[in-house]
């Protein structure tokens, strides 16, 4: 599956983005999905993950309540918005798929995941 990222950009601290995730194939209601960012001069960090139905679904401490993750199984695609955005947001968000997952099951580490997008940059100003 090819996975592409978009919807990131420039946006003032407070602000929304919206990221989408557009996969190939069809096989896509079968991967667990999860969003992962790195910052400039640090590892990369989980994010967001669901599971393959959409039912379960988890964060990373820092963005809970702020982020919230969604997928449309019949569209292929997997959703990142982002209110209330920090400067400490700021980095390059990726989408990942991990193949063969169980139902309702959600990964939290990148060596999970089989499938990645390019990556978009989000800045978020002070």
């Known amino acids: 599956v090819q996975l592409q990222a978009s919807g990131g950009g420039l946006v003032q601290a407070g602000g929304s983005l919206r990221l989408s995730c557009a996969a190939s194939?069809?096989?896509?209601?079968?991967?667990?999905m999860g969003w992962f960012r790195q910052a400039p001069g640090k590892d990369r960090e989980f994010v967001s993950a669901?599971?393959?139905?959409?039912?379960?679904?988890d964060y990373t401490d820092s963005v809970k309540g702020r982020f919230t993750i969604s997928r449309d199984n019949a569209k292929n695609t997997v959703v990142l918005q982002m209110n209330s955005l920090k400067p400490e947001d700021t980095g390059v968000y990726y989408c990942?798929?991990?193949?063969?997952?169980?139902?309702?099951?959600?990964?939290?580490?990148?060596?999970?995941?089989?499938?990645w997008g390019q990556g978009t940059l989000v800045t978020v100003s002070s």
């Open positions: 669901i599971s393959r139905g959409g039912v379960r679904r």
């Open positions: 194939g069809r096989t896509f209601s079968s991967y667990a």
């Open positions: 990942a798929g991990a193949s063969g997952a169980v139902s309702g099951v959600y990964y939290t580490t990148d060596n999970r995941y089989t499938y």
